[in-house]
């Protein structure tokens, strides 16, 4: 595997190169330019100590806990999201311990739309409590078994305490996109009129898709002057989008977790939002977040939680920046922005082009045996990516094999370009 080295300009992008190590980022814009965008003004609601803790694998003692939201910390997300203290003593400890480490981020707290939930996180040192509960008939009728008079009056009552304590407060419907649009605006009027500091629509069941949450945030940010965050699960695969969406739409804030970890399989993952916001605004998220911890705190969740970062995981997959088809590595090696929307280096990452197998083509040779110092020609190289081809049409090579071959068929030209001379 060879890190990229050989760089061309090319007209119309920006070029920054360093150790051999190119990025020419287009200037991507986001697709809506209209003033209620917050593409390039959002902030995250990391929610890895609250949703991710509703994932199968997650047990989090308090140690864990405190790497966790320290690493999150560092990483630069806005807010930190914890599991409600009402859950059990030990969240409630668990509480008090993170809101005393002093972090930049502010604390939020999870809980029911209920008085009992919101005076024991009150007093827990929180910055905000995040209030939730179900409006879609489903649950109004499976869960709680509320109408929708009992909810607002509810929610009045819970909402007031909080701001009595001088607490940021956002309240949230469970399962928005299976609500009825009338009830869902007029409890989001009333308590907007109330003053809560957020607003929150949440598709608890992974149900909605971009056009969807598009038109829902949007006639939601007719109808409320507070901030709007949004919480997207994963079930049908759309929770980035939903996200991205969102924040075109209006939107304030996003949910996330690390590797999107959640009930089932999951919400908004941090590192693939980053992704995503990082193509519509490089320099605006290079500034907020440091891009270059998120490996760390993936890992930590990873390891915490007993599972391995997806081979495909934005950014920081195994292969994520791995180059392999001759026509790619062509590119590739020419300028990385043909086949590359992120930089790796921006994240701490690191370009490989993958050869020894049998879609290698001879630019990704040449390159290599560059790399190594072997003065070969043109005909030379394409000549030793045959003998690589009939091999890895056996089996792929590793590197050390290809650089073995490199070197062997090197040595063999020059001894016998030398005793041809002799
Ligand atoms: C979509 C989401 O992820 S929402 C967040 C989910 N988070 C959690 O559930 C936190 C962890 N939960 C817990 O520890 C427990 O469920 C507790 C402490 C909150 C409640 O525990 P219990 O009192 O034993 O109740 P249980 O969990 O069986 O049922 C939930 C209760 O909350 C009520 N409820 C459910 N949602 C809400 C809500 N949003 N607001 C108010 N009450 C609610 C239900 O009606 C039920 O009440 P009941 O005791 O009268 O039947
Ligand atoms: O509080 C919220 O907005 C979201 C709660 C939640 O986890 C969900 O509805 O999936
Ligand atoms: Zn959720």
């Keep these: 595997m ?15 190169v360093s150790n051999g190590k190119a990025s020419q980022i287009p200037v991507v814009h986001p697709r809506y330019s209209d003033l209620i965008s917050r593409v390039k003004n959002f902030s995250i609601i990391e929610s890895t100590l609250r949703e991710g803790e509703q994932f199968a694998n997650a047990f989090f003692d308090q140690e864990t806990k405190i790497k966790i ?53 009150v007093e827990t040192g929180v910055d905000g409590l995040d209030v939730v509960i179900g409006t879609s008939s489903f649950l109004r009728e499976f869960s709680h078994g509320k109408d929708m008079d009992y ?12 701001q009595s304590k001088g607490l940021e407060v956002r309240f949230s419907s469970e399962d928005s996109f299976r609500s009825d649009l009338v009830d869902l605006l007029n409890l989001y009027k009333t308590v907007d009129k109330l003053g809560v500091n957020r607003v929150g629509i949440a598709d608890t069941v992974g149900c909605a898709d971009p056009r969807q949450v598009y038109e829902l945030v949007r006639t939601l940010r007719g109808v409320v002057s507070c901030d709007i965050e949004t919480h997207f699960h994963n079930d049908t695969g759309c929770a980035i989008a939903n996200a991205y969406a969102a924040l075109e739409a209006g939107a304030t804030h996003i949910d996330t977790s690390v590797l ?12 693939g939002l980053v992704a995503r916001m990082y193509t519509a605004d490089r320099e605006g998220v290079m500034a907020k977040y440091k891009l270059d911890k998120l490996r760390d705190v993936e890992n930590l969740v990873a390891e915490a939680v007993q599972i391995q970062v997806p081979f495909n995981n934005y950014i920081t997959g195994y292969c994520a920046f791995t180059h392999k088809a001759g026509i790619h590595a ?45 003065a070969l020609s043109d005909a030379e190289i394409k000549e030793v990516t045959q003998q690589i081809k009939q091999l890895a049409d056996i089996k792929p090579l590793g590197v050390e094999e290809v650089d073995t071959l490199l070197r062997k068929f090197h040595h063999e030209k020059t001894s016998s370009e030398k005793a041809e001379d002799d």
């Excluded at 994240?347 to 045996?369: C, D, E, P, Q």
Aim: proline share 3%; net charge positive; glycine share 8%.
């Design 69 to 121: 939201a320290k690493a999150l910390d560092e990483f630069g997300v806005e807010y930190i999201e914890i599991t409600s203290p009402a859950a059990s003593e030990q969240s409630r400890l668990d509480c008090i311990a993170i809101c005393n480490l002093g972090l930049k981020a502010k604390i939020l707290t999870h809980v029911r739309c209920h008085m009992d939930d919101a005076r024991i996180a």
């Design 330 to 374: 062509k590119a590739i090696l020419n300028n990385p922005s043909t086949y590359e929307i992120l930089d790796p280096h921006d994240f701490g990452m690191t370009r490989y082009v993958s050869i020894g197998h049998r879609l290698t083509g001879w630019n990704a040779v040449k390159n290599r045996a560059q790399q190594l110092d072997l």
């Design 260 to 271: 999107g970890i959640g009930e089932r399989n999951g919400i908004t993952p941090l590192g």
């Design 2 to 16: 060879t890190e990229t080295k050989r760089l061309k300009k090319n007209d119309g992008t920006k070029e920054a």
């Design 151 to 162: 909810i607002i009056k509810q929610a009045t009552e819970v909402i007031k305490f909080i």
